[in-house]
């Protein structure tokens, strides 16, 4: 904690010297500018309203990735033929860069629509492939004594596959929840959405404020470390019950 402390330390005081060379705030504004900034986002209504907006479409884009690519991954982890049938979708998918999606969305779907399955068809990807490992993974006597009860699939991934690839599936879950915040940010931009973070980004851009640019990317990074903390409190207490 102290050598964090320290680091964050001397990041702060190389930012203030580098502002104090180049003098132009809307090139780089000091930190104590971008501080009070941050502390003005939190008198504004408007503020909380857009932060609500981007992690309640992050979070449905998130439900659907997980529910999807799991499902998927499990069907393709247990069945080879469903697995190449679904490989090289997968790998289409990941080689499409976002931009790719939001030009070709934005034309078939309404701008809310297309934000939530641009993260959606982001992050899908990771849990498939997680979950697929996870099941192939899976020792195969083990497998064959699921097998030999004989009992209904339900069952057996209520109790045997889903807690034996618990582990991929945390794995999926921490590096997709800050991916997809980035994502979903990133496509707010481009998509110009009526309410979000990236909208009140793409404002401070037209408008020239690198003081509020950095202070909401700040803003994105405390917002990050946040989840990223939720999300290993539960994945912890999942895993000791």
Known sequence: MK??????????????????IVDKEVILPFPYDVFLRMLDYLTISSFYVSVFSTLLRIFISFMLAMLIGVSLGICAGLNHHVYELLEPIMALLQTIPQIGYILILLVWLNSLQALITIVMLMILPIFYHNTVSGIQHIDRDLKNVITLYHHSLFFNLRYAYLPLISGYLASAVSSA?????????MAEI????????????YNARVNFDMTSIFALILWMVVLLMLINL????????????
């Open 3 to 20: 050598k964090k402390c320290l680091t964050c330390f001397i990041l702060i005081v190389l930012w203030q010297m580098t502002s104090l």
């Open 177 to 185: 929840l800050p991916m997809a915040f980035k994502v979903g940010v």
């Open 190 to 201: 481009f998509v110009s959405s009526r309410q979000g973070i990236g909208k009140l980004l």
């Open 230 to 241: 939720i999300t290993d409190i539960i994945i912890k207490n999942l895993n000791n019950k």
